[in-house]
């Protein structure tokens, strides 16, 4: 015992540790001592995008470490090696990347544009403020073997609306597995980027990496994340510093293509209509570097992209479906609004269209003009929407915003809607956001609507509300919507408070508001914490709560959430929710006591395999019956997507939905909707893709084949095809004797001057 406790070890472990400890503080000393926030760059000469980092090429370029690991660990010394590479010439900012790692770690598939499988791939991000205002980041991805995934990141309120998708950069890039790990190369045109006009410039970046640990999710920066920092966009303020670029204005022709075969059957054969041939013209004017028009003649707005088909059985409003078409992807930071005042798709299928897009240092403009054809007509409700076909109108919207310093903006906005047969909509207002010391956000948005009824048949409805009747007979009446939300975000809580108004006679001709007649207001609260733990990255809980009267002084509501977050193994997320409904009042009747559990599911365990589910169970009403009721509730969803090689994906789906009677054994609904999507990437531009979906709710199958080739975010080729069968009115189905065939080409080529 004496020899032990006499022991060299017992002095040397104190030394051991000391040690240790010093180590840690001298990385993190020199981590801090080599970032900088600031680059200034050197001109070089044009770059060839590659996926090889050239010494030649790049030794103009400055270096830019990424020190930090931000997720699961904050602010931690970065574990893997990680450089960027940035430079450029006349007309081009060149960015290279060298991420460090062995290559049976590293997960990439080639992938189409934009496709959001793409976050379960090790990807390079690049995020550019080129005003430096902290309005929006442009975020441009590319994985290692090059394929490309853009956003625009906006200083919003919400989660889910911090990211605008359809926004696109016409960029090339590049990237090469290798021994030592990846290289990616990015060659991004001053043309496609909006920044304050001049030559020279000084921007706003940070460049991260994502990579897959054990399983999970690993994120390392150039620069720090603050927690505690509600505005994420705020927070990318490393510069960059260069001088003498050529000030390139776009001229972009967009000619387009399309013919199509329709047919229906007839007997023993599909007997198609004449072959349809349309074509139109796009024109992109840089009127100066930050005033862009845009003109389209007859624009080709359809839909080649099938939109994923919702149970809407049991809904008592309209559903909405994300915007897919290229005219909206620039600008739409602009028209964003919490309160769904515009929505994009509300202007369906145009003759001829204009905007004009303003992007200055301070102030932005946004003008929409539009001919459309087949307009959608929808009237909120205090308990349902009511649709119809409008037919012929004329859309304008005209957009301002102010920038009052980096944490706060205020707009304003006129949107009207004229239709044939005098009846008419326009729709004003103002809103703003502004942030308050270091954890507070506040926004607000105000709308006055006026609405002239002609005469017409467009709804079918004898319900009325607040003195007017829902059916188009003349009448005038205006309205208002009030929006207002103070968030507050730090390491370990969100929360918020809201409060919306919209008053019984509040429309939106070009917007996307479902319900009216209503005073809501939420709070909400939210623990969460991010650990370092294979089977534990983070977790949460929190409550929600929800109270809403009428104009009338009416409850309609009152409910109660309890929610749930884990981050465990295999990068899985998963959210449980119970929401109760103490309270419900719908079409005059009261009900109590109905809840539902909800648990969502995202896990991406492996390159191979993505795995999404979703279940809804409990008590619900029967929305649609003639005399709404309560029953048992089972909603569920289940995908996988099997990555078979870097080129070969396989992903079905199902969507199952019922509500049973509490008191017999039988249904209000019943079925689901089955999915197959079949997609091959021969490279990063070329696809062939076949979607097959089986609808029990509609009595319909429909198998979607389609071609596509697609190198930049404008410049598309498709070939495809869309065969459907219904059920016959004898009650036979046979999936594969087509009762419905369309033939379709659509061709549309980038012209740029």
């Known amino acids: 015992m004496n020899a032990v406790k006499n022991s060299p070890v017992k002095y040397i472990k104190p030394i051991i540790d000391s040690l240790c400890l010093g180590t840690t503080l001298v990385l993190l000393l020199c981590a801090s001592a080599f970032s900088q926030d600031s680059y200034t760059l050197k001109k070089t000469k044009e770059i060839q995008i590659d996926g090889v980092l050239g010494t030649s090429e790049w030794e103009q370029a400055v270096s830019v470490p990424f020190l930090y690991e931000v997720t699961p660990n904050n602010n931690t010394p970065a574990k893997k090696e990680t450089v960027a590479y940035i430079t450029y010439d006349n007309l081009h900012l060149y960015v290279a990347v060298k991420a460090y790692d062995t290559p049976e ?16 791939d090790d990807t390079i991000f690049i995020a550019l403020d080129p005003f430096a205002d902290a309005r929006n980041n442009l975020l441009l991805g590319v994985n290692p073997v090059g394929s490309q995934l853009d956003a625009r990141a906006v200083n919003a309120t919400n989660d889910n609306d911090r990211y605008d998708t359809s926004f696109n950069v016409n960029y090339e890039s590049a990237g090469q597995i290798n021994t030592e790990g ?18 020279n410039q000084k921007w706003h970046f940070r460049i991260g990496r994502r990579y897959f640990e054990s399983g999970n999710e690993v994120e390392t920066r150039t620069q720090t994340l603050d927690r505690d920092n509600p505005c994420l966009v705020c927070q990318t303020t490393q510069e960059l510093i260069f001088s003498d670029i050529t000030i390139a204005k776009r001229v972009e022709f967009l000619p387009y293509v399309t013919s199509s075969l329709v047919g229906e059957r007839e007997g023993a054969s599909i007997a198609y209509d004449p072959l349809n041939i349309d074509a139109g013209l796009g024109v992109n004017l840089d009127l100066s570097k930050n005033t862009a028009l845009e003109l389209t003649l007859n624009p080709d707005f359809s839909q080649v992209e099938a939109d994923v088909t919702q149970v809407d059985v049991n809904s008592s409003f309209a559903l909405e479906y994300p915007e897919r078409r290229p005219f909206f992807s620039r600008g739409t930071g602009i028209v964003n609004f919490e309160s769904d005042l515009f929505y994009t798709r509300a202007v369906n299928d145009p003759i001829v269209s204009g905007k004009l897009l303003n992007q200055g240092r301070k102030d932005r403009w946004y003008a929409l003009a539009a001919l459309d054809q087949n307009s959608p007509y929808r009237i909120a409700g205090e308990d349902r929407s009511y649709l119809g076909n409008a037919g012929q109108s004329f859309v304008n919207v005209i957009r301002y915003q102010h920038l009052i310093n980096n944490k706060s903006r205020v707009g304003a906005f006129n949107m009207s809607r004229f239709y044939e047969n005098e009846s008419q909509g326009v729709l004003s207002g103002i809103d703003g956001l502004f942030l308050i010391g270091a954890n507070w956000r506040v926004i607000f948005e105000a709308a006055l609507s006026q609405t002239q009824e002609g005469n017409q048949d467009w709804i079918d409805s004898s319900d009325n509300f607040n003195g007017h009747t829902v059916a188009l007979d003349g009448e005038n009446f205006s309205g208002h919507s009030v929006y207002f939300q103070a968030y507050r975000n730090t390491e370990h809580w969100k929360s918020y408070i809201k409060f919306q108004d919209i008053s019984p006679n509040f429309r939106t001709d070009v917007g996307f508001v479902v319900k009216n007649n209503r005073r809501w207001a939420t709070v909400y609260h939210l623990y969460q914490s991010i650990s370092d733990r294979k089977g534990l990255q983070s977790y ?133 909707i089955s999915r197959l999507t079949l997609n091959y990437q021969y490279n990063n531009f070329l696809s062939l893709r076949i979607v097959g979906e089986y609808n029990q709710f509609a009595d319909r199958f429909f198998i979607q084949p389609l071609v596509k080739w697609n190198p930049n975010p404008t410049t598309i080729f498709y070939i495809g095809g869309n065969q459907n069968t219904y059920w016959d009115q004898d009650g036979n189905f046979n999936p594969f004797q087509f009762t419905e065939s369309q033939i379709y080409l659509k061709f549309q080529y980038l012209i740029g001057l």
């Open 105 to 120: 770690n590293i997960r990439a598939s080639i992938r189409p544009r934009d496709d959001f499988k793409m976050l379960g």
């Open 182 to 199: 990846y290289v990616v190369e990015y060659k991004i045109p001053f043309s496609e980027i909006p920044f304050p006009g001049g030559r």
């Open 540 to 672: 949460g809980f929190g409550t929600k709560a929800d109270v809403n009267y009428t104009f009338q002084g009416y409850l309609k509501n009152i409910s109660v959430d309890g929610i749930a977050q884990v981050k465990t193994f295999g990068n899985t997320d998963m959210t449980f929710t119970y929401d109760w409904d103490i309270f419900k009042n719908y079409l005059g009747v009261d009900y109590h006591y109905l809840g539902t559990l909800e648990w969502n599911t995202v896990s991406r365990p492996s390159e191979q395999l993505i795995i999404n589910t979703n279940l809804v169970w409990g008590k619900d009403l029967a929305y649609n019956e003639e005399v709404p009721d309560k029953g048992r509730a089972f909603n569920a969803f289940a995908s996988v997507t099997f990555q078979l090689n870097d080129q070969f994906s396989v992903n079905p789906s199902i969507r199952y939905g019922q509500l049973k009677k509490l008191d017999e054994n039988s249904f209000y609904f019943q079925g689901a």
